[in-house]
């Protein structure tokens, strides 16, 4: 958690963090700003020290709201320092990052970099900055950085704050199986009262609306794909597909706190009405998994480890995983779980060698669970996933429960 | 234009661009492929040949709905070259990366990188395929990309887009108008029929309901700022805050295509019931510059010679300007324009100096025309913002027409 970060930045030999970006949607940045209309802003964090932020005169008040000391972009004059550059953007945007780093104080010894910016323009200025500050050395951590370390166990606040998108997740959930049992079939296929069949995309605009009743984000969308669709676990569900009794939707739904704070993720798979032989074997087996797995993960062990008891208990039961083949399309063809925070996927990662891979399940750990078995040729696909908060016993505590059950009963 | 790449690229000696990332909320690669649910994916563009999508098996039906030729990231076997690579994930990374650009057949030459990601990632992970493929220059361009010059010029599909989702907007402005003026005033204070205030929060629920009834996403928000929070031109509004009558309403709003489409971006400044004078006299000056640049404003000129006209038009009535202070807090205090996009902000830019600025305007360019003044400690802001397309006659064509009222008239 935060509180982690000096001690690892002493660890890597890191004398700064440098954050580049908008305090929206950018996780390294909202990570420490809270959500904020502050853009193309830089924030400074010297080892030990409190954050310095960088931003727009123009956003005074928002950059005000952090909490933060703050020093106006502004007052650079960055028109002055592009005449000085001859016009040349590239050279004084870089001009103007020197001297901003220079009254900051981090002109030498080593200065880790984050926040989503473009990956041409942050090559291209870092670069020139390393020409500009010689003494200074750019660190850019491609995984396990400190930032991702620190991020990946959560103080009693996050915990809570996931624990409450997540229990608006579910209850939006909860409208949507409400909203479905209240039609009718025809012909085997959902339709309203007027006949109409109810499709994809008229699920999703209930569901878009009661995400924005709550005030959630939903950036990314909703996954609500029936049939063969959900027999790809990232397949979005076609907008005009209709609703057939029986059929199992894959229905994975991960609204976040409005302006990019944390993310719930949670998935069911329903049958309307009643569920084949085929689609309750198949979700016998997804639910034996996720039982089993729930019982058995726990703290400090490494989480390839459960990737790979997921594999052989799925295994076990005639599927083909990711463990003998790892790029199969049927049977169990993703990771058991991810961490879950300000990104929707985060640390922990639950890939690698059971016995070598660097990630230990840690208590404070927010993770899905999310076993998952995928026979597109089948038309089906079934996944149940919850979000676990690893407690101080170090058992997994789900966070919002909602019920398991396949089959969502049509009322009339 | 997209049509304009294969020149633009000969021009600069590139012969690949190498756009990284998802296919949501992240413009260079949204340009491209439009919004699909395709997330860490990596395009390659060779100068005038088909893209090729690299992304992972998991989302290859929404990789398939692009149109792009394929391939699947999960087939190289990145557990494989993690264990080549002793468990060192960020070497692993690049080796991947490596082959993929091999099997795409960019090894040497010229390749400009794009696309949203952590700046410390790209920076090491470009760093290090720069070792890996010597032959390759990897080019990051931090401004004037061909990519960014391409995208500022809009062909016809993105100027109707363009209009559609500002159309939207504007009907949704309507829609405040008309609660607002249903409410009544109690002691000078907008209240609703039970007596109970209304909020900027409770303005903003009612926004965020329209935005997603229209399909719409909002991701950074809504700016409604009374009076002196509407005198700093990005303070959203404190939810809180209650409405006065007679006191200026800055209200930008700026929702998008969902999943990181086309934005729009629309500003009027509200008086509730009646404008007091100097309320009046401020949107006055606001408004004459606004219709002296609306009809002034034309193609093959420098961008910033209507930014200078601009400050010169608010200078001779007594306002302060960035021209004479860039640092000034009152008056006029940003720029006349911006391009209108992909991003919110984009090429062409309005700043620099009017005779040897870079950004020309240009026939097919979409910009906001959003002149503003601003007197934080007077309790008010005033800014008229509409978005516009510089037609085949190299004038301004606005793309959703609204009112320019100041007042909203209270019915009761």
Chains 1, 2 share one sequence.
């Not at 000096?6 to 990570?31: E, S």
């Not at 853009?39 to 956003?59: Q, Y």
């Not at 995983?321 to 790892?326: K, M, Q, R, Y």
């Amino acid at each position: 958690m935060k509180s982690d970060l000096p001690a690892l930045m002493k660890t890597r030999n890191l004398d700064a963090l440098l954050i580049f970006g908008d305090a929206l949607h950018n996780p390294p940045m909202v990570y420490f700003t809270g959500v904020h209309h502050v853009t193309e802003a830089l924030l400074v964090i010297k080892r030990g020290e409190e954050p310095l932020l960088f931003s727009h005169n123009m956003e005074r008040d928002e950059a005000a709201a952090t909490g933060f000391a703050t020093r106006s972009v502004t007052d650079y004059r960055f028109r002055d320092i592009l005449k000085e550059s001859n016009d040349d953007f590239a050279l004084a945007s870089a001009r103007m990052l020197q001297r901003m780093l220079t009254d900051a104080g981090v002109t030498k010894g080593r200065a880790a970099v984050y926040g989503k910016r473009d990956a041409g323009q942050a090559f291209g200025l870092l670069g020139t900055i390393t020409e500009l500050l010689p003494e200074l050395e750019i660190v850019g951590e491609i995984h396990d950085s400190v930032l991702t370390e620190a991020r990946a166990t959560k103080d009693a606040a996050e915990v809570e704050r996931i624990r409450a998108v997540q229990k608006q997740t579910t209850e939006i959930v909860g409208q949507v199986a409400d909203f479905l049992s209240r039609q009718r079939a025809n012909d085997g296929v959902l339709v309203d009262k007027d006949g109409k069949p109810i499709t994809v995309a008229k699920v999703k605009s209930k569901i878009n609306l009661w995400i924005a009743e709550r005030g959630l984000d939903n950036p990314e969308g909703t996954i609500f794909a029936p049939g063969a669709e959900g027999g790809v676990p990232h397949s979005m569900g076609s907008p005009d597909a209709v609703l057939r009794v029986g059929e199992p939707i894959v229905f994975d739904i991960f609204p976040k706190e409005a302006g990019g704070g944390y993310w719930s993720d949670f998935t069911r798979t329903w049958c309307l009405g009643y569920a084949t032989d085929a689609a309750q074997a198949l979700y016998d087996d997804v639910r034996f998994v996720y039982d089993t797995l729930i019982s058995e993960i726990h703290a400090d062990e490494r989480c390839a480890v459960f990737q790979a008891r997921t594999c052989e208990l799925f295994k076990q039961r005639g599927h083909p995983t990711v463990n003998e083949d790892p790029t199969t399309n049927v049977g169990y063809v993703h990771s058991l779980a991810h961490g879950l925070g300000l990104d929707v996927h985060e640390s922990p990662g639950f890939y690698g060698d059971p016995k070598t891979a660097k990630d230990f399940l840690r208590r404070g750990h927010v993770i899905t669970v999310e076993p998952g078995l995928y026979y597109p040729e089948r038309g089906m696909g079934m996944r149940i996933e919850d979000a676990v908060h690893i407690g101080p016993e170090g058992k997994p505590e789900i966070l919002a429960t909602y019920p398991l059950d396949l089959v969502i009963p049509l009322k009339s």
